[in-house]
Antibody, heavy 119, light 110 residues
């Protein structure tokens, strides 16, 4: 069974940093591209990052470019999102998702982890 | 990065058909057959229901169908059921190695 489990969310002050993790199981992690998607409270979905199966290429939404860094460790079946210089508007549930390989569609999602940026 | 345009809400009675539009540009929806659709019930993660414009993953009921014409993609739910009440999002590749969601559509079953 495919499973994605996010962790690392929490409360952080504006300007602070946080590192999210996504632990994958039930599939050959190293053969799939992966994505991060977030959802602010009461708002829609926002794609924020993509990482290739070997760790590259990486792509980012303009809203996080230069502040967020996506990485992965295929030996640990894990993906990460390092978030720096956090802003109030980064408050959201962060989901990791598996890229199905079919036109970028995301076929499996984690349950999400909440990041709250507030003083 | 501007979102794709979806109606904020669509409603229908059980058994009826509804269609949700997703309007983009010649740089995203109109340029690539990389449109997917997601269903999200409150408090849950999104679920893939359509990929590459028209294809349904296994397990998704065939009352869900989709198409594309020009810069607009559409999702149709035929024979609306109570459990179809949810938020629906379109998603597309956009030139320049970016990806973009629609703003989301709340479907209400009357």
């Amino acid at each position: 069974e495919v499973q994605l489990v996010e962790s690392g969310g929490g409360l952080v002050q504006p300007g602070g940093s946080l590192r999210l993790s996504c632990a994958a199981s039930g599939f050959t992690f190293s053969t799939y591209n992966m994505k991060w998607v977030r959802q602010a409270p009461g708002k829609g979905l926002e794609w924020i990052s993509h990482i290739g199966n070997s760790g590259s290429p990486t792509y980012y939404a303009d809203s996080v470019k230069g502040r967020f860094t996506v990485s992965r460790d295929n030996a640990k079946n894990s993906m990460y999102l390092q978030m720096r210089n956090l802003r109030d508007e980064d408050t959201a549930v962060y989901f990791c998702a598996r890229d199905s390989g079919q036109g970028g569609a995301m076929d499996y999602w984690g349950q999400g982890t909440l990041v709250t940026v507030s003083s | 990065q501007s979102a794709l345009t979806q109606p904020a809400s669509v409603s229908g009675s059980p058994g009826q058909s509804i269609t949700i539009s997703c309007t983009g540009t010649s740089s995203d929806v109109g340029a690539y057959n990389y449109v997917s659709w997601y269903q999200q019930h409150p408090g849950n993660a999104p679920k893939l229901i359509i990929y590459t414009v028209t294809n349904r993953p296994s397990g998704v009921p065939d009352r869900f169908s989709a198409s594309k014409s020009g810069n607009t993609a559409s999702l149709t739910i035929t024979g609306l059921q109570a459990e179809d009440e949810a938020d629906y999002y379109c998603f597309s590749y956009r030139s320049g190695n970016t990806l973009v969601f629609g703003g989301g559509t709340k479907v209400t079953v009357l």
